[in-house]
């Protein structure tokens, strides 16, 4: 599903200078007062608000977002020993109490291993995966809702007062590890005058997983390895998707969703789908996302949407003091037509 054709390669090229002050550390406030360029026209890009965005658009488009919740998926806890450990619980397996996890300090906790929440065993340690995850037993399911945190990026220092400003106001079922990042400048008002102006509203589901965030450490694309995600789409929404006079995605997640669903015809699966310059389009036109890191697959993903105009765009908007990252701001764009491979 993925192309190399007419575009860059090397991953250096999504490398671009940043920064830590542009990282932004707090979400707006409210949400849809974040910063939005409008870079439909990339070469006279304009500096607007997200909460214009229902203005931008038009009667028959269809935005689409993604309705994962973020889990309280962040475990302090110590060894029997005393020592401090942490794990992050990525994702069930066949068995609802082991999960694949990521464990600090790995290399301390073999196999067997007990963690602790205070005097309660919660977390055993029963197999070492071959990509350095674990997989881990949960022996006490009460204690990791009482003692679980969101996981949030690293780059972001202090977690905001509020868990809920790392939440979508539409965010439904459980299952994310980190936030679609896009849809935290929504908020209901917002939805209630994208509906006014005769602009449809459609959710989707895909379970964000930290390697969605993970900066590619290959020299070329086509070494990178993309982790999978496990998504759903309705029949009913799939239905809006094809019927809309324009689809816009609210957020890579939405993209990989959206473009998995067109090429496989499959509503419900995993999806590793990495989407680089020479893509095949199928279904999305317009895209709102937040502004990435650098050697990000998101990156990639925005210079296969717009091309290598993506350079100018994130070097405007730093020089005018856009925020980067989750709680950073955002920016609107309309698929460039671009020779696909």
Same mark, same amino acid.
């Not at 974040?34 to 070469?43: Q, T, Y």
């Not at 905001?160 to 400003?165: K, N």
């Not at 210079?303 to 908007?317: D, H, N, S, T």
């Given at each position: 599903m993925a192309g190399t054709s007419g575009g860059n390669t090397d991953v250096?090229?999504?490398? %671009?200078?940043?920064?830590?002050?542009?990282?932004? =550390?707090?979400?707006?406030?409210?949400?849809?007062?974040?910063?939005?360029?409008? &870079?439909?026209?990339?070469?006279?890009?304009?500096?607007?608000?997200?909460?214009?965005?229902?203005?931008?658009?038009?009667?028959?488009?269809?935005?689409?977002?993604?309705?994962t919740r973020v889990r309280a998926a962040r475990l302090q806890l110590h060894k029997t020993t005393g020592g401090a450990a942490e794990v992050l619980l990525l994702s069930p397996t066949g068995d609802p109490a082991i999960w694949t996890a990521l464990v600090k300090p790995g290399k301390r906790l073999p196999i067997g291993s007990i963690l602790m929440a205070g005097d309660r065993p919660m977390?055993?340690?029963?197999?070492?995966?071959?990509?350095?995850?674990?997989?881990?037993?949960?022996?006490d399911d009460e204690a990791v809702h009482i003692h679980g945190s969101l996981p949030l990026p690293? %780059?972001?220092?202090?977690?905001?007062?509020?868990? =809920?400003?790392?939440?979508?106001?539409?965010?439904?079922?459980?299952?994310?590890? &980190?936030?679609?990042?896009?849809?935290?400048h929504l908020t209901e008002r917002l939805l209630l005058d994208l509906d006014a102006g005769g602009i449809g509203l459609a959710t989707i589901d895909l379970e964000v997983g930290l390697g969605t965030f993970a900066p590619m450490t290959t020299r070329h694309l086509d070494e990178h390895r993309m982790h999978s995600e496990r998504y759903e789409v309705s029949p009913a929404v799939w239905d809006q998707v094809r019927s809309a006079r324009r689809v816009v995605a609210v957020g890579t997640t939405v993209v990989r969703t959206l473009e998995t669903v067109a090429h496989t015809g499959e509503l419900v699966g995993d999806t590793d789908i990495f989407i680089s310059p020479g893509f095949d389009w199928q279904v999305t036109d317009l895209l709102l996302t937040n502004f990435h890191m650098p050697r990000s697959t998101l990156l990639v993903l925005?210079?296969?949407?717009?091309?290598?105009?993506?350079?100018?765009?994130?070097?405007? &908007?730093l020089t005018q003091g856009y925020g980067v990252g989750s709680f950073g701001d955002s920016m609107l764009m309309e698929r460039a037509d671009l020779p696909n491979g």
């Open positions: 250096d090229w999504y490398v %671009y200078p940043l920064q830590s002050g542009q990282i932004a =550390q707090i979400p707006a406030d409210p949400r849809d007062a974040a910063r939005l360029l409008d &870079a439909r026209d990339p070469h006279s890009p304009l500096h607007r608000r997200v909460r214009e965005l229902p203005a931008l658009l038009e009667p028959g488009d269809l935005v689409v977002v993604n309705n977390i055993e340690i029963v197999a070492v995966e071959s990509d350095g995850q674990r997989r881990v037993r949960i022996l690293p %780059y972001i220092n202090i977690a905001p007062e509020d868990p =809920q400003r790392y939440q979508t106001v539409y965010a439904r079922r459980p299952g994310s590890v &980190a936030a679609p990042t896009a849809g935290l925005v210079e296969a949407f717009v091309g290598p105009v993506w350079r100018q765009l994130y070097e405007l &908007a």
